[in-house]
């Protein structure tokens, strides 16, 4: 099974919540990453933290916030969000340093905004 | 298994016979492939990879072809079974650079 694990699996939300997604790697990797899945489109990286140091924001809202307290653990918080938003949100984790980069996933959480 | 527009492409095989995914990449400059798999309701799952300094690499039943001077990576999957019916994505990454691109996939449907 997966070195990532994300909570919570399945999330339904209003557009005037506010809620939390959970991401743990144990892996021991060094980068995390936030990507959003939609239906017909490519994986989309939102942000990269490396050494706990947030390295990439790819022009995503500012109702999605990051959160990277240690290099095990990544949230993204969630506020007033918009029906479009609802996606499949995957964490990731990676070794930076090494010769294979690959990115180990998490199984994802289903975020529906009604 | 290109992607074409907003439609993910399809392939269907039936059980036991070879699949090739194919895909397209555009960024010269990419010298990490990574060939992922996707089942329903879980997130992608590492299958293979390959440096640019290679044109081909072996796994268990599966092979990854590069063909930089076209910019084109597949992946071929031997004696194909219904466990194997998922999304398959192909990702690259550019020297120098950390994070992976990510192409649209291709849906790989295995009937018994």
């Known amino acids: 099974e997966t070195g990532v694990t994300q909570t919570p699996r399945h999330l339904v939300m209003g557009m005037t919540n506010k809620k939390s997604l959970k991401c743990e790697q144990h892996?021991?990797?060094?980068?995390m990453y936030w990507y959003k899945q939609s239906a017909k489109k490519p994986l989309e990286l939102m942000f990269v933290?490396?050494?706990?140091?947030?390295?990439e924001n790819n022009s995503v809202p500012s109702r999605f916030s990051p959160e990277c307290p240690n290099s095990s653990h990544l949230f993204l918080h969630l506020h007033t969000l918009q029906p479009e938003d609802s996606a499949l949100y995957l964490c990731?984790?990676?070794?930076?340093?090494?010769?294979?980069?690959?990115?180990?996933f998490g199984q994802g959480t289903r975020l529906t905004v009604v | 298994g290109e992607s074409v527009g907003l439609h993910l492409p399809t392939l269907s095989v039936q059980e036991g016979d070879n699949s090739i995914i194919n895909c397209a990449y555009s960024?010269?400059?990419?010298?990490?492939f990574i060939w992922y798999k996707q089942e329903s309701g879980k997130g992608p799952q590492f299958i293979i990879d390959?440096?640019?300094?290679?044109d081909k690499r072996q796994g268990q039943r599966v092979t990854v072809l590069l063909n930089k001077t076209v910019k084109h990576l597949s992946l071929q999957i031997a004696a194909t079974q219904p466990g194997d019916s998922a999304v398959y994505f192909c990702?690259?990454?550019?020297?120098?650079?950390?994070?992976?691109?990510f192409g649209k996939g291709t849906m790989l449907l295995v009937s018994p």
């Open positions: 892996l021991g990797h060094n980068a």
């Open positions: 990731a984790s990676s070794q930076e340093d090494s010769q294979n980069t690959e990115a180990f």
């Open positions: 960024n010269s400059a990419s010298d990490y």
């Open positions: 390959i440096r640019s300094n290679m």
């Open positions: 990702a690259e990454k550019e020297r120098g650079y950390s994070t992976l691109t």
């Open positions: 933290y490396n050494f706990k140091e947030q390295t």
